[in-house]
């Protein structure tokens, strides 16, 4: 049985992910960060790992960026986009009731509005996890947390997709040590640093791509962690690494900056909102 | 006296950021959110927000980002980069009695390498801010928080200066109602968007500041928290906006973006390492 990591506890959306990618059996490692789910595969004591990579609200998963960079000898295989359906989970009959909500910050932010309209100026109290969240359900209150979180701790939801975007959804990547592509890639997704901050060397990188009309499907600037104001970047591109005209782009990007990584060229699966 | 919101509560480095740059007394507005400090000025209640915007470890904060692209009518007027010290505060004599460390896990992250050598294997517990941390002082438990948050709980510290990068330190922004500018501006910071996603867009609105040598500090994209895969893109340029070369090429990038906001054209303040 293969043995996956993922970013835990029971009940996130990282472990619904997983189901999705692996739906025989697997043994179950969840990992209280990102960092250490990714650390786990690398060091061996998994064959894959699950962790975000971006929400349509939030925007990049910056853990999981800085960390592929950093550890060696790992590849992204497939990108999955999971739609979030957040639920209001309280023990009490009716709306009325409820005193005080709480739940991590994020999911508190994606329903700000449906929490404003629904239960006026209740205060809304941050917890470092969902699951804390969950472990702070008595009389009077209530909690914003996924469908699957209700179910594992055996909660009732009183309200389901509270979230104010309807089409919320996070992109998760599978993981694992460099082999082959396990189906046709469309997707590439890059790291690099440049040789200076000196004027146009971003723009200069990006031509590469730009004269061979590669769509850059996303550019993120993270910070090298040892200067503030140096940066690394993370590009998405659409295009397999190893066919042309992307293969051959890839080459010329290689000659003219510091460092490159390729993170893993993939397919993406998207699930439709439930 | 002046109003000046801030991301609180007491004893965040963004009050130390307020304190430096107002010496003069003002009116404390803390805010236990960014969106809130910015919707406080945006309403008019106070006259100056002072909000983080970068770390030189965590990278950008996006959550400032987010709010000035949607309210109307704000305006950074300058930047200034504070060193960030991090101390180990407990009321236990020395390290061999402490048994759990409680704070925000980006100061932990930042602090993980001291803490693991120093302390092992005890828990460190993340908490939704500093200040919840430091209500779960007792009787084994030690806190990662700022000098300033230990003399206003009035709590010993026992080691200063724990944080992992010695050169770490937060970028903030103070930003008030358009008006003149304070001094003369050398960053210009702007968002915007493009008209589609087509292969080049981006690299071709890049150009404007290439071809001039105009300097591109940091570039990051954003959702636009409609559909995923749809970015916003925020730069920090070197130079004034109302002076040539970059008035020039602003006023060429207006002309082939779909939305252009200036965010500000600011002079930058740094303090030295305490």
Redesign the interface.
């Known amino acids: 049985m293969k043995r996956i990591a993922y970013l835990g506890p029971q009940g996130t959306y990282a472990e619904e992910a997983t189901f999705t990618l692996f739906p025989e059996d697997f043994v179950s490692l969840p990992h209280p960060s990102i960092q250490g789910t990714l650390r786990a595969l690398a060091k061996g004591e998994a064959d894959f790992a699950v962790v975000p990579i ?7 998963v ?1 853990a999981t960026l800085d960390s592929l960079w950093v550890l060696p000898q790992l590849q992204v295989f497939k990108a999955l ?1 999971l739609p979030i359906r957040h639920c209001l989970i309280t023990q009490e009959p009716s709306i009325e009731t409820i005193r005080t909500v709480f739940s991590h ?1 994020q999911a508190l932010a994606q329903c700000q509005g449906w929490l404003e309209e629904h239960l006026g100026a209740i205060p809304c ?5 969902t699951v804390e969240a969950l472990q702070k359900i008595s009389s009077g209150v209530a909690v914003v947390a996924s469908t699957r979180a209700a179910e594992l701790y055996n909660l009732p939801i009183l309200h389901a997709g509270i979230n104010d ?1 309807p ?1 919320n ?1 996070t ?1 998760f990547w599978l993981v694992g040590p460099p082999g082959q592509s396990l189906a046709q890639p469309t997707r590439t997704s890059i790291g690099f640093s440049l040789h200076n ?4 060397a ?3 990188a ?2 590469h ?2 004269i061979r ?11 090298t ?5 140096e ?1 690394l ?1 993370f590009a998405d591109l ?1 295009g397999d690494a190893d066919q042309n005209p992307l293969k051959e782009a890839l080459e010329e990007l290689w000659a003219s900056v510091e460092k490159l990584k390729i993170l893993g060229t993939y397919p993406i699966l998207a699930l439709p909102q439930a």
């Open positions: 971006e929400n349509s609200i939030e925007g990049t910056s986009v910050p109290v941050p917890t470092a996890s975007a089409d959804c992109r901050n000196r004027a146009g971003l723009h200069d990006l031509t791509f730009a009309n590669i769509n850059l499907a996303k550019l993120e600037s993270r910070p962690k040892k200067v503030i104001g940066y970047f659409e």
